[in-house]
Antibody, heavy 118, light 110 residues
Framework: EVQLVESGGGLVETGGSLRLSCAASGFIFNAYNMIWVRQAPGKGLEWIAYVSGDGQYISYADSVKGRFTISRDDARKSANLQMNSLRAEDTGIYYC???????????WGQGTAVTVSS | QSALTQPPSVSGSPGQSITISCTGSTGDVGLYSRVSWYQQPPGTAPKLIIYEVNNRPSGVPERFSGSKSGNTASLTISGLQAEDEANYYCSSYTTSYTWVFGGGTKLTVL
C-alpha cells in the first residue's frame, strides 16, 4: 500500500524550532518529488516547500523562505522539514504529499499538527 | 504567489449539478494544463479527484469532471450525493517548481 506518515509536530514557543518527518512506503521513493503543504486552523491549503526526486531542485513559498529547510533521505525513505524561527502564523496541520506525473499531489499523509504559542 | 480565486461556498440538492470555478492568471492556470482538484471532508486529509485539468484518478466517480478556459478552471459534480459534502480546492503548478492553491469552496448538499 502506498502510504505517507508524518511525525514531529507539537507545541513550540514563538521563535523555536521543530523538525517534521514524512515516512514513505509502498513506492520507489527516489523516483518521486515530494512536497509539504500546510493548513492553518479553519483556513485553506498552502503549498510551502518542494524537493525533487534527486534532491537537486528545492523551492519554498515566500512565507517560509529563509526559515524552513526541506530535505530528503532516500535511504530512510523520508522527506523532512526543518522549521526555525517559528511564528504564531505557522500554526496548523502540515501535510506531506507526493507529486504525481502531472504536477498533481496524488498521495497525501494524514498530517501532523504544529502549534506555535508564546 | 497569489492564491487562486474560488467561491467560498456553493450548494445544491441531491441529484443536481454544481460547478466550482477557479480563477488564476496567465502565469499559472492560463499557462499550464497542470491544474488539479482536491476534496477534503472536515477533519481529513485532502484527496486528489482531478488532475491535468480533466482527468480522474482510478476510483473517482465519473460524476466528477474538470475543464479549463483561459485563466479559469472549473470542477463540475453531477448527480450530487450527500457524501460529496466537503471542501474543494483547486491547485495549479506555476513556474520554477512552485504551486498555488485556491482558497477553497465549501460544498453543502441540501
Amino acid at each position: 500500500e502506498v502510504q505517507l506518515v508524518e511525525s514531529g509536530g507539537g507545541l513550540v514557543e514563538t521563535g523555536g524550532s521543530l523538525r517534521l518527518s514524512c515516512a514513505a512506503s509502498g513506492f520507489i521513493f527516489n523516483a518521486y518529488n515530494m512536497i509539504w503543504v500546510r493548513q492553518a486552523p479553519g483556513k485553506g491549503l498552502e503549498w510551502i516547500a518542494y524537493v525533487s526526486g534527486d534532491g537537486q531542485y528545492i523551492s519554498y513559498a515566500d512565507s517560509v523562505k529563509g526559515r524552513f529547510t526541506i530535505s530528503r533521505d532516500d535511504a530512510r525513505k523520508s522527506a523532512n522539514l526543518q522549521m526555525n524561527s517559528l511564528r504564531a502564523e505557522d500554526t496548523g496541520i502540515y501535510y506531506c504529499a507526493r507529486e504525481g506525473f502531472y504536477s498533481d499531489l496524488d498521495v497525501w499523509g494524514q498530517g501532523t499538527a504544529v502549534t506555535v504559542s508564546s | 504567489q497569489s492564491a487562486l480565486t474560488q467561491p467560498p461556498s456553493v450548494s445544491g440538492s441531491p441529484g443536481q449539478s454544481i460547478t466550482i470555478s477557479c480563477t488564476g492568471s496567465t502565469g499559472d492556470v492560463g499557462l499550464y494544463s497542470r491544474v488539479s482538484w482536491y476534496q477534503q471532508p472536515p477533519g481529513t486529509a485532502p484527496k486528489l479527484i482531478i488532475y491535468e485539468v480533466n482527468n480522474r484518478p482510478s476510483g473517482v466517480p465519473e460524476r466528477f469532471s474538470g475543464s479549463k478556459s483561459g485563466n479559469t478552471a472549473s470542477l463540475t459534480i453531477s448527480g450530487l450525493q450527500a457524501e460529496d459534502e466537503a471542501n474543494y480546492y483547486c491547485s495549479s503548478y506555476t513556474t520554477s517548481y512552485t504551486w498555488v492553491f485556491g482558497g477553497g469552496t465549501k460544498l453543502t448538499v441540501l
